[in-house]
């Protein structure tokens, strides 16, 4: 999953991103409404988590400016203030989520993760791919033997494959969805990599990765 975070408090957002880090989320950092809009110009994301008062303006600008658009990315703001009307505005801008600070960072991933499940039509928390069992909430990936023994990247490799089985992924798409602007030094390679251990550590799921040759990457339950 790839998600904007638009947050000009410092200690806030940094906590938010080791939280999300750790869940496997890759998380890009905008301080501004400026710096919101030239990463939306230049990327897409799975999430936008937004906040509403900001340096150079209100977060629901850029939420309009978005819809205005026929942008439908899911987006959740945040508020430190307890006002009913900001809140209904939020959501008549076209918000799909809003949480009021302070928060547990536990329910705001649990929101992010709903409002994810939602966009890509799943509405259960686990899923089932042949014998593969995939909770993405509890982070539990299983078969019949018991938990697989995923990595962070692996995990999230195996969620944007999960949510969008049966279709090709192309290796762009995977990329953005796992490596934020911070991971510079990240090449093309690196997914490669990552999709060849997944698919050793699926063995025995009744599911595979197949490779469609110039296209990307596609999961499917065996026959």
């Given at each position: 999953?790839?998600?904007?975070?638009?947050?000009?408090?410092?200690?806030?957002?940094?906590?938010?991103?080791?939280?999300?880090?750790?869940?496997?989320?890759?998380?890009?950092?905008?301080?501004?409404?400026?710096?919101?809009?030239?990463?939306?110009?230049?990327?897409?994301?799975?999430?936008?988590?937004?906040?509403?008062?900001?340096?150079?303006?209100?977060?629901?600008?850029?939420?309009?400016?978005?819809r205005s658009v026929g942008d439908r990315t899911p987006v959740l703001m945040l508020t430190a203030e307890?006002?009913?009307?900001?809140?209904?505005?939020?959501?008549?801008?076209?918000?799909?989520?809003?949480?009021?600070?302070?928060?547990?960072?536990?329910?705001?991933?649990?929101?992010?993760?709903?409002?994810?499940?939602?966009?890509?039509?799943?509405?259960?928390?686990e899923v089932t791919v042949g014998a593969l069992i995939f909770n993405a909430t509890a982070r539990v990936a299983r078969n019949a033997d018991g938990p697989l023994n995923?990595?962070?990247?692996?995990?999230?490799?195996?969620?944007?494959?999960?949510?969008?089985?049966?279709?090709?992924m192309s290796k762009e798409r995977l990329f953005e969805g796992l490596f934020s602007f911070d991971d510079t030094d990240v090449s093309m390679n690196a997914l490669e990599l990552y999709v060849a251990r997944l698919r050793k550590k699926l063995s025995g799921c009744a599911v595979r990765i197949e490779t469609q040759r110039g296209l990307g990457y596609k999961l499917e339950a065996d026959a």
């Amino acid at each position: 999953m790839r998600l904007l975070l638009v947050e000009d408090t410092f200690d806030m957002a940094e906590a938010i991103m080791i939280q999300l880090d750790r869940s496997g989320v890759a998380c890009d950092l905008a301080k501004t409404l400026a710096e919101a809009r030239a990463c939306v110009d230049v990327q897409r994301y799975d999430v936008i988590v937004l906040d509403i008062n900001l340096p150079d303006g209100r977060g629901t600008d850029l939420l309009k400016d978005l819809r205005s658009v026929g942008d439908r990315t899911p987006v959740l703001m945040l508020t430190a203030e307890f006002s009913v009307d900001d809140r209904v505005s939020s959501l008549n801008s076209g918000a799909d989520d809003y949480l009021v600070k302070p928060f547990d960072h536990r329910e705001l991933e649990a929101r992010i993760r709903a409002l994810y499940r939602r966009e890509q039509g799943d509405k259960a928390e686990e899923v089932t791919v042949g014998a593969l069992i995939f909770n993405a909430t509890a982070r539990v990936a299983r078969n019949a033997d018991g938990p697989l023994n995923l990595t962070r990247r692996e995990f999230s490799l195996l969620e944007l494959l999960v949510r969008n089985r049966g279709q090709t992924m192309s290796k762009e798409r995977l990329f953005e969805g796992l490596f934020s602007f911070d991971d510079t030094d990240v090449s093309m390679n690196a997914l490669e990599l990552y999709v060849a251990r997944l698919r050793k550590k699926l063995s025995g799921c009744a599911v595979r990765i197949e490779t469609q040759r110039g296209l990307g990457y596609k999961l499917e339950a065996d026959a």
